[in-house]
């Protein structure tokens, strides 16, 4: 978008075709007022070279590398459009949400930011229709910048697509977050252009401590949101990662005092929130699944031999279906990362009351959304919101026959 803005169509192009190549297909959306854009300013014909040189560029080694390492020509974009687009399955296989799902998400992330994002457009609309501004925007030419409605268009582009789908994740709005940014610094700058005028023709200029004002109060209300929020989810949901600090460092002791053993870390209904096997010390240390009233498919690696890439693993199926290969019995695990949330069902026991099975080597308080007042789990105010929150255990649990079920190499 910056290289765009400055006319830099060359690495503008380029951005937008790493995007989509070798980030996510999906990212092109963002891209099409940019290549509307040069073809109207450039012509058709530039937009093609740039187009073709940089999808060659990038294309043609990520195809020959994938295809080597999957032993079989591999796009790797197309597949993914293939299956999320026209795959018999496709996305909402992996859970649906309400309309509301971005809004909600959007405002607990940004705020008056979110908020005022989706004004721009309307605003600065009204900006022209008014005429509030000194002399008239420049036209929309090869030597003037970007149009501000069209540089806002990305942004409506992307949330009239994704927020339609059934399938909805935060993630998907991260390639947009810094154009709700924008979009809501052009409402502050419109804003500000409008009082002013107000003012001017009023007479009321004493008052321009107002205009210069409202900027700075707009991000001092939106810094304190923001912080209210940061503090709220580190308070709630911060206790996996230091589990599983805790699990790294009891493992570097245990893999010293068992240096010809393999080691079993399981997870069950935590099992999204495993963070990485940075937290694990070494390949003796191995991330196993157990039975949970999670019924969908559980992720697989790839064979640990050195060709493990060309081989297509068996028990996998693109429809979500359990597939209960991945699971271990629970008696094999030496170690159990679970959250204990006092409704235990047959396949989700509670594993921290099993006292002559396991014992607790580590534990964090960890936020229960359910027993706890939406508000102030979302935002964080002092003293008020541990009088409305709930918390429970987040545990990192050891076999007490550890020694028994160790396995030699």
């Not at 790839?302 to 429809?319: E, K, L, T």
């Not at 409704?343 to 229960?368: H, V």
Request: with cysteine.
């Amino acid at each position: 978008m910056g290289a765009w803005f400055q006319n830099d169509m060359m690495k503008a192009v380029g951005a937008i075709a790493a995007a989509t190549l070798l980030g996510w297909p999906f990212a092109a959306a963002i891209g099409l007022p940019i290549a509307v854009d040069i073809m109207y300013r450039f012509g058709v014909w530039h937009f093609a070279q740039l187009a073709a040189t940089w999808g060659a560029a990038i294309l043609i080694p990520q195809v020959a590398v994938d295809s080597f390492l999957y032993r079989s020509v591999v796009v790797a974009p197309l597949n993914i459009v293939l299956y999320n687009v026209f795959g018999e399955g496709g996305p909402d296989l992996y859970g649906v949400e309400p309309w509301t799902y971005y809004f909600v998400n959007g405002f607990l992330n940004f705020n008056l930011v979110f908020l005022l994002a989706f004004l721009a457009l309307p605003v600065w609309g009204l900006r022209s229709l008014l005429g509030q501004h000194r002399q008239r925007s420049p036209k929309w030419s090869a030597s003037n910048p970007v149009p501000v409605w069209l540089a806002l268009t990305p942004l409506y582009i992307w949330v009239l697509i994704f927020f339609t789908r059934p399938h909805k994740e935060e993630r998907f709005l991260f390639p947009v977050y810094p154009l709700f940014c924008l979009a809501a610094a052009v409402v502050v700058v419109v804003v500000q252009e409008l009082l002013t005028a107000a003012f001017y023709q009023w007479r009321k200029l004493r008052f321009g401590w107002l205009i210069t004002s409202s900027a700075v109060a707009i991000t001092v209300f939106y810094t304190a949101i923001s912080v209210s929020r940061g503090v709220a989810v580190y308070r709630g949901y911060h206790a996996p990662l230091d589990v599983y600090s805790h699990l790294y460092k009891h493992a570097i002791r245990q893999s010293d005092s068992h240096p010809n053993n393999l080691f079993n870390v399981c997870v069950g209904k935590e099992w999204y929130r495993f963070p990485s096997n940075f937290f694990l010390p070494d390949s003796r240390w191995r991330l196993r699944f157990i039975r949970s009233e999670f019924r969908g498919q559980l992720p697989q690696p790839y064979g640990s031999a050195w060709n493990g890439s060309w081989v297509i693993p068996p028990h996998m199926n693109d429809m979500n279906r359990e597939e209960t290969s991945r699971y271990i019995p629970v008696n094999d695990c030496h170690y159990l990362v679970d959250v204990d949330l006092g409704t235990p069902t047959q396949r989700e026991p509670r594993y921290s009351e099993q006292t002559k099975r396991w014992k607790i080597i580590a534990s964090e308080p960890f936020l229960d959304a359910s027993r706890s007042h939406p508000f102030f789990r979302a935002f964080y105010i002092p003293y008020m919101s541990d009088q409305h929150t709930s918390y429970v255990n987040y545990t990192l649990l050891q076999s007490t026959l550890l020694e028994k079920s160790l396995r030699p190499t």
